[in-house]
């Protein structure tokens, strides 16, 4: 088993153990245990909407059969937006996520931050201590200069990093979040995956 499936694999393997039907503090001390990750946080980060916890035992009864892991990850992504799938797929990436206020993703040989700000209406990419430490250069590489710039990301001087906020004011969607650690990828599996 790959590290990459590692967590999915770990987590389907606790719910089918459970008997009878889930609940969503069983849920959250799972995602807790396996992703390190505190549902609870984001419960106080959603205010002004429906209780996420509420929502996540209300979505939970609708199931008259026993629940797979697939089907609580989608259920989790809906609810707090946190792609469970995705960050497992990631795991060995070198790149540390902030989100959510918590760490999602992090390792001391990572090369690159993605921190996303309050409602993941924006986010920035840092270079590490680390990078910098194995490339002897504070400066961005330039392929991922010209792909972020290419997405709609601008150097911020003030953070040495690359901005980009959503001009809808909503979430940034899924598919410009892959594309733009799809770019961060690309450039660390060409040119650092030496070190």
């Not at 996540?56 to 026993?66: D, G």
């Not at 490339?135 to 911020?156: A, R, V």
């Not at 940034?172 to 030496?194: H, L, M």
Request: glycine share 8%; hydrophobic share 35%.
């Amino acid at each position: 088993m790959s590290r990459t499936d590692s967590k999915i694999a770990m987590m389907d393997k606790f719910v089918d153990s459970i008997k009878g039907r889930i609940s969503g503090s069983e849920i959250i001390k799972i995602v807790n245990s396996i992703f390190g990750y505190d549902l609870n946080v984001i419960t106080v980060l959603s205010e002004g909407k429906k209780d996420p916890i509420a929502e996540l035992n209300s979505l939970l009864t609708q199931y008259q059969e026993k629940i797979t892991g697939a089907e609580i990850r989608s259920i989790i992504n809906h609810i707090f937006g946190l792609n469970l799938d995705a960050i497992s797929a990631l795991d060995g990436a070198r790149i540390s996520i902030y989100s959510k206020d918590q760490w999602v993703i992090q390792d001391a040989k990572d090369f690159f931050v993605i921190h996303t700000g309050a409602g993941d209406v924006d986010v920035k990419i840092h270079l590490t201590s680390y990078y910098t430490e194995q490339t002897g250069s504070k400066e961005f590489p330039y392929d991922l200069k010209l792909s972020l710039t290419n997405l709609g990301f601008s150097y911020d001087k003030k953070i040495s990093g690359y901005c980009y906020s959503n001009p809808t004011g909503e979430a940034i969607p899924d598919d410009f979040k892959g594309q733009t650690i799809g770019a961060i990828i690309n450039v660390i599996r060409n040119s650092y995956s030496n070190l």
